[in-house]
């Protein structure tokens, strides 16, 4: 029996980037010694992909459900906004997320405490985007 697609729900600017927050604190415990590589390789995924939908959210550019997509708007977020490229960290996590949860690929050689780094600062970023605009 096929059953129906949900439908999704719509969520604001600031809803996403709570949730990337909220992703956030999972990946801040998970880089510490000894790293959780399964927690923060799929949470940190989740962190960015909130984070960029709620960057371009704010800013109406259109997204996509598709992980690739995601990294594409990451990269033209970057260009056209001035946020940290993270479309080649999106390309990585998804690699680990998939081997981890997966295993049907190798995982990239990542450095953890990096990782978490460059993830706060993204969000950190985007926070400050939505602030700055709040403002005006």
Known sequence: MKSKPRARKSQSAADK???????????????????????????????????????????????????????????MLHKKHALPDVSGLLIDLNDARKATTYGDVDAPDLDAEALASDIETYVEAVAALLSRSKEK
């Open 17 to 75: 980037l709570a949730l990337a927050q909220k992703h956030l604190r999972r990946v801040q415990i998970a880089w510490d010694d000894p790293t959780d590589w399964d927690d923060l390789s799929v949470f940190g995924f989740y962190c960015l992909e909130a984070a960029v939908e709620a960057a371009a959210l704010h800013l109406r550019i259109k997204t996509s459900t598709k992980h690739w997509e995601k990294a594409e708007v990451a990269e």
